[in-house]
């Protein structure tokens, strides 16, 4: 199962971010922290529940651009990435990039919701789209809307 880092199966909205993240966050400052994830297909995510990495069956990363219309997703994962990626979070260093770049991220792109902000369940490399900005494009750009 394949792990998707192209911008074509996400929400319009969400590509630009991604691509602002890219230019004025990572690449601005030399940020280590790499796309790691954009959308997922059914058969990865189902993978994923199954292996107990994820408990959402209605993933914002599910994307079907086979689907009439077409179906886009509404999160990105970045993930540290020094000289190998790593969701190390009991290192000091690795958690503090963690925390800078969500709060960068969030400064540039403030549609962008982050895991990282979650007390229930953080999840800091995770970043999707606010209701508010998918439900304003719904019947243009159809997406799972949690």
Same mark, same amino acid.
């Given at each position: 199962m394949q792990i998707h880092r192209k911008l074509d199966m996400l929400h319009p909205a969400l590509a630009e971010c991604t691509r602002i993240i890219q230019r004025d966050v990572i690449n601005a400052h030399n940020i280590p922290m790499r796309l790691f994830e954009t959308?997922?297909?059914h058969d990865? =995510? =189902?993978s994923l529940i199954m292996k107990g990495k994820t408990k959402d069956v209605m993933s914002r990363h599910l994307? @079907?651009? @086979?689907n009439d219309p077409p179906l886009y997703a509404t999160a990105v994962d970045y993930v540290y990435f020094g000289t190998e990626w790593s969701w190390n979070l009991r290192?000091?260093?690795?958690l503090q990039w963690y925390a800078l770049f969500g709060q960068m991220v969030l400064a540039r792109c403030p549609e962008?919701?982050?895991?990282?902000l979650n007390r229930k369940c953080t999840n800091y490399n995770h970043f999707f789209l606010r209701r508010e900005a998918i439900v304003e494009s719904i019947d243009e750009t159809p997406c799972v809307v949690p």
């Open positions: 959308g997922r297909e990865r =995510h =189902h994307f @079907d651009l @086979d290192n000091a260093v690795i962008l919701s982050w895991g990282g």
